[in-house]
């Protein structure tokens, strides 16, 4: 595999690292090369690359340190160690740790090729498997769940475990993080996907509509029923009903909810005979249902028939590293509506997007790029196509505000205690940004925590 493939070669022994630039050149790679981890980390920053070969001991970064943060900055990239004598064991640790493969000084030209073609075998491989995936979901749903946090992760695998269960879920979760993306996912996802998918916000029916909406009712129940009407769960039988915002729910309906969580009947409004469906409830809030029990506003044994599998789903304040890739999302797909031909965002305005805290979550950014789409006149959007709220707050997280006459101490605490904030406590790129060694940070960190318990 040549065509397009690129490898990062990494080592401080500039002949060795040369040797290896012409060796892979003529193999028809694209090759990159770096003389320590730190250069190497710099490449991996600014762009991908297929694999990454790296002598195993150097000064500062070495190989093992590099290969854990080449797994973190570029997951799907293929790592080989290079070792000399006395090192394999730690270069067998390092496959535990995710390096494809280790090749032993001096470097044999055919085991090192083949090493490296088996690896970017594989990595091709992995990258195909990830793309039909990619496209085997477009095809289920027309608006994708965008992230790669961890964070998001773990919401992910619990919605795939579930899925095709016919467990109850309850999705919890702030305003505008997406709970009904999460419940069409599970539904595209469960054995009843062919079935029908009925959506019912409960928050914005009154009581009586609410009631008929759910349930249906007969001729001649109430003043206007001038013939009989299915409610949503008979509409939905076989399929899944959804349940936004159930917490609004008023305890008439509540009692209603439970038989058919219990026993799969309901009577529609003016019936004398039960209605027998099958249904999979998904249920959505934002509000604390446990704490409306305790104020009893909500029932405590629908609750815990709701609440059979509960997902939580973070707010955008604790991903903010998918705030990029939210914003090009929704920048290709307002573009694409409005028909403009912007190429995409300045540097500041990124940086801006990602520091803003997003009370208002996924939708409110959404709401964000479409207005910036729309009020954009240069083709590319900047922080003048952006609100003054976004822009102040993310002035406020990049700057710190220090008293006069501050100690110089606490003021030193206070930098790095924020800096590692920012960096979400990588304390190797904290003392990159504050231009010291990572062992200041460790020290400094530890005369913190022993001043703090004497």
């Known amino acids: 595999m040549t065509d397009e493939a690129s490898i990062l070669v990494v080592d401080d022994e500039t002949a060795h690292l040369e040797t290896l630039e012409r060796l892979f050149d003529k193999e028809g790679y694209e090759v990159l090369t770096a003389e320590d981890g730190d250069d190497a980390l710099d490449i991996l920053r600014d762009r991908s690359v297929n694999l990454v070969i790296t002598d195993l001991k150097m000064p500062g970064t070495d190989g093992m340190d590099l290969l854990r943060l080449t797994k973190k900055l570029r997951p799907d990239t293929e790592v080989i160690l290079m070792t000399a004598f006395g090192t394999v064991e730690r270069a067998v640790r390092g496959m535990k740790e995710g390096a494809y493969d280790f090749v032993s000084k001096p470097i044999k030209r055919a085991r090192i090729l083949k090493a490296a073609e088996k690896a970017l075998e594989k990595q091709a491989l992995v990258a195909e498997n990830q793309k039909l995936k990619a496209e085997l979901a477009d095809l289920k749903s027309d608006r994708n769940i965008v992230g790669q946090s961890s964070a998001l992760r773990d919401s992910l695998e619990m919605v795939r475990q579930v899925a095709d269960s016919d467990a109850t879920v309850l999705l919890t979760g702030e305003s505008g993080t997406g709970k009904e993306l999460f419940a069409r996912m599970i539904g595209d996802l469960s054995h009843r996907s062919d079935k029908p998918f009925v959506t019912v916000n409960c928050a914005s029916l009154p009581e009586s509509i609410l009631e008929s909406e759910l349930f249906g009712y007969e001729e001649g129940a109430f003043t206007g029923a001038t013939q009989d009407k299915p409610g949503r769960f008979e509409v939905a039988d076989g399929g899944t009903v959804f349940l936004d915002e159930i917490g609004e729910v008023p305890p008439s309906v509540q009692v209603k909810l ?73 920048l290709k797909m307002y573009r694409d509506a409005n028909s403009t031909d912007i190429e995409g965002f300045e540097s500041d305005a990124l940086d801006a997007l990602a520091d803003y805290r997003w009370p208002g979550n996924v939708r409110e950014l959404e709401n964000v790029i479409e207005r910036a789409v729309v009020l954009d006149t240069d083709g590319v959007i900047g922080n003048d196509d ?39 406590g990588d304390k190797k790129l904290t003392a990159k940004l504050l231009g010291i060694a990572t062992r200041t940070v460790y020290r400094k960190l530890n005369e913190t925590a022993e001043s703090s318990s004497e």
């Open 386 to 424: 952006l609100p003054e709220t976004v822009l102040e707050q993310s002035q406020q997280s990049r700057s710190i505000q220090v008293p006069l006459g501050t100690p110089l101490e606490e003021i030193e605490q206070t930098v790095l205690r924020e800096t590692l904030r920012m960096t979400d």
């Open 258 to 330: 439970l038989r058919v969580l219990q026993e799969g009947t309901f009577e529609r409004l003016g019936a004398n005979e039960p209605t027998q469906v099958d249904v999979r409830v998904i249920a959505a809030t934002h509000v604390d249902l446990e704490q409306a029990m305790d104020e009893g506003r909500f029932r405590e044994d629908l609750y815990y028939r709701l609440n059979v599998v509960n997902i939580d789903i973070p707010p955008l304040r604790e991903r903010l590293e998918d705030v990029p890739l939210l914003a090009e999302h929704f």
